[in-house]
């Protein structure tokens, strides 16, 4: 009778977490302050070799060489947000992607399938916005 084991036992790949020497919680600190180490550092040399004073035009909340015009304050028409909605979601929807990507080898008919389900309903969403004129500039 075959053991089961835990995704995190690799035994056709190497040794598992705790037989190289560092555990999980031990990668995720030493990834966490390499991030660390690494934006600090970013800062530093900014700080060392950036401008040290800035001049009028810099300031200036537009500086592409057009005057402002009007006021900040302005409203805007609600279809630049339901574009920049529309956005988001089509790209967010990418990143459940991943879960699936890296699971395929564990049962790939069955995540192909949910897949294209999850692709059906991005398209009868993408369908409605079409019909509804939300990607039609006036």
Do not use: C
């Not at 004073?53 to 200036?60: D, I, L, Q, R, S």
């Not at 991943?98 to 059906?120: C, D, K, T, Y």
């Amino acid at each position: 009778m075959k053991r089961r084991t835990s995704s995190l036992v690799r035994h056709d790949h190497g040794p598992a977490w705790g037989e190289r020497g560092h555990t999980l919680y031990e990668n995720l600190l030493m990834l966490f302050l390499a991030a660390g180490f690494i934006a600090a550092a970013a800062l530093v040399v900014g700080a060392l070799l950036g401008p040290k004073k800035g001049t009028e035009v810099t300031f200036a909340a537009y500086e592409s060489g057009v005057p402002a015009s009007g006021s900040a304050r302005e409203r805007f028409p609600v279809h630049f947000y339901l574009v920049a909605m529309l956005f988001i979601i089509f790209d967010i929807e990418t990143a459940f992607f991943f879960p699936l990507a890296v699971r395929f080898g564990m049962a790939p008919q069955f995540l192909f399938v949910q897949a294209i389900i999850f692709v059906a309903i991005l398209g009868v969403g993408y369908v409605y916005v079409l019909r509804k004129g939300v990607l039609r500039w006036k």
